[in-house]
DNA sequence: GGATTAAGTGTAATTTGAACGCTTATACAA
DNA sequence: TTGTATAAGCGTTCAAATTACACTTAATCC
């Protein structure tokens, strides 16, 4: 392909890193991977990979998250792009970061192992190659920020959860803790959670109800000017 | 240069599109032009230009920012990389926005006219080319987000301002009206304004008094743990 | 000095958010 | 079988924030 417009530019390598996220014993996981190339091979990294002339850069996320995951259909977002002139050692490369959502659970971790990645604990992420700390620390902004005001969490959990879980979800993304009561007095009144009536009792003698996030409610209730606040 | 360590792998051009926004008459405007070059030469665009070897991302949109405007030293930051494939007519170009929020009263027009470009009213935006409606949507979204919880309106007024016209910012901003009363009330509570003996009697017989943000005083305020929020 | 215009001001009612402790269901051990 | 231990589940009170709402004032112009 030659340029038929635009001529004497400069073109740029542009990779795209995925931040993707799980929930698992009550704390907020990223999973991190050893890189597989120089410069810097061997050191952690976030999954990524560099974006093909026949693809959309959100296909490259998506296929790169695919690669590392096995996993189709996810949630998924841009974070943004990362353009510093020295950013990778290698040479100049144009990032855009994107984060995921997964249910940890779901994970099938083969995959995983090949590229030797595994899932770290947010609050004790190693020191990451490049700018990828940055991007980590930006994914939590935006995630926070979100989370509070659209249902997104739900993504990181199996479709039934219990009450208990979901509020640890929250108090990880929060990084701070939560009133139960009030916790549970806003999801009611929200009224978007149907309840199972099976009970979870792996963590406790008297078990908790599962829940299920109903979305075809969800979304009437939005059109009806519901806001969702967590 | 040559490729040391990433071979094989496709590069793009990568451009950066600004979203120059301004506050005018009560309405936010955007700053559009007449674009220079084919294809789609002659319709409505975005100040845009490519990205060159020598400069980061966020330097770059600096640089096309200050061809547009002579200005320099603005609020400007990323609002997201755009990708598909064929977002760009041209050929393939991945482009970055980046939003501006500047005091339309200082601007220079000269350096405007010579690319054709003017202030329209937001809710008047023509049909831009390429997905640069997007982008200014995207932006909008933004915006509304974040002037909630941040003082960055303050970019789009000059350093004194009345308090009506605070308020009819705030009002385009949101789409929305605001009550009068409990907007002052709101602001004074936050006590990060500081008022001035002189008037502007512009619009109005009895004249409001001018006001200015007080950055250090916000700086402090926020240290103690103030939340800003309008 | 009377009319016009937008600026400026306070209070009551409602809603929302925060704080707080006891009871219940079940498993397991004695 | 009874007792004990564990986390789940549940309601009320108080404070704070938000909303709704109407008259007075300063200055200009005629």
Redo the contacts between chains.
């Keep these: 392909?030659t340029?038929?417009?635009?001529q004497n530019?400069?073109?740029?390598?542009?990779a795209a890193d995925c931040i993707i996220m799980g929930f698992h014993e009550n704390e907020l996981n990223i999973l991190v991977s050893r890189r597989q190339?120089?410069?810097l091979k061997g050191g952690w990294s976030l999954m990524g990979g560099?974006?093909?002339?026949?693809?959309?850069?959100?296909e490259?996320a998506e296929r790169i998250f695919g690669e590392f995951t096995g996993i189709k259909d996810i949630f998924m977002e841009?974070v943004?792009?990362y353009?510093?002139?020295n950013r990778d050692l290698?040479?100049?490369?144009?990032s855009?970061a994107y984060y995921a959502l997964v249910n940890i659970d779901e994970f099938d971790t083969s995959l995983a192992e090949k590229y030797d990645a595994r899932w770290v604990r947010l609050t004790q992420l190693p020191e990451l190659v490049f700018d990828h700390n940055k991007m980590v620390k930006d994914t939590i902004g935006i995630l926070q920020?979100k989370a509070a005001v659209k249902p997104i969490g739900f993504n990181l959990l199996g479709d039934q959860f219990t009450l208990p879980t979901l509020q640890s979800l929250y108090e990880s993304i929060y990084q701070e803790s939560i009133d139960k009561r009030n916790f549970r007095k806003k999801l009611m009144t929200m009224d978007i959670l149907e309840k199972l009536d099976e009970k979870d009792k792996s963590s406790s003698k008297k078990g908790a109800f599962y829940y299920k996030f109903n979305k075809e409610k969800y979304d009437q209730l939005i059109q009806q000017g519901l806001h969702f606040s967590l």
Excluded: C, H, W
């Design positions: 392909m340029a038929t417009f635009y530019k400069d073109s740029f390598l542009v190339i120089e410069p560099f974006v093909n002339a026949p693809e959309s850069i959100d490259a841009q943004g792009a353009g510093e002139i290698g040479e100049r490369v144009i855009i920020r």
